[in-house]
């Protein structure tokens, strides 16, 4: 299994442009989850779901939005990019349970200049 | 609002040391705690997952313990090598939230 997936692992962003940050996992969870890290912080909230076609707000989603139209997909939108946004971007998934681990991807580092 | 504090924010200890990493969590509602490794530029690796009805989590030299009653988890790294040179997250997951709230990490710095 691959595990969570996350494309681009780099990018270089202009103020104003727009980007989607690409996840997928390959075992077959519900829960997905966005979060960002700024240097020397712990990681933040900015968006997750239960399940197909379900999204919820986190602690930071304003300049975000996310879809989730199968279980293996969950991408995060930057509509129109700010340097407040210049961060790494981690995804991830667990399943249902609430007793049960979360998994991370490898993470997206987005510097927006 | 669940808080989590980690401290120290950063250890440099000589190898073969023992040594403790400590996480405090302000709401003791949790389900579990889980306790990651960082690398510089990388991913999140799980190290241990400790349920809310467990005290401690074993792998290898790693032993992680669970005091919910007083907000407390320990991460216990025995003989510590160069190789577990990171940054050290731990996470809670509080009842009734469907999200881990993160501490901001001890990054560790293990001298050969």
Known sequence: ?113 | KQEVTQIPAALSVPEGENLVLNCSFTDSAIYNLQWFRQDPGKGLTSLLLIQSSQREQTSGRLNASLDKSSGRSTLYIAASQPGDSATYLCAVRRTGRRALTFGSGTRLQVQP
């Open chain 1, 1 to 113: 299994n691959a595990g969570v997936t996350q494309t681009p692992k780099f990018r270089i962003l202009k103020i104003g442009q727009s980007m989607t940050l690409q996840c997928t996992q390959d075992m077959n969870h519900n829960y997905m989850y966005w979060y960002r890290q700024d240097p020397g912080m712990g990681l933040k909230l900015i968006y997750y779901s239960v399940g197909a076609g379900i999204t919820d707000k986190g602690e930071v989603p304003n300049g975000y939005n996310v879809s989730r139209s199968t279980t293996e997909d969950f991408p995060l939108r930057l509509e129109l990019a700010a340097p407040s946004q210049t961060s790494v971007y981690f995804c991830a998934s667990r399943p249902d349970r609430p007793d049960t681990e979360a998994f991370f991807g490898q993470g997206t580092r987005l510097t927006v200049v």
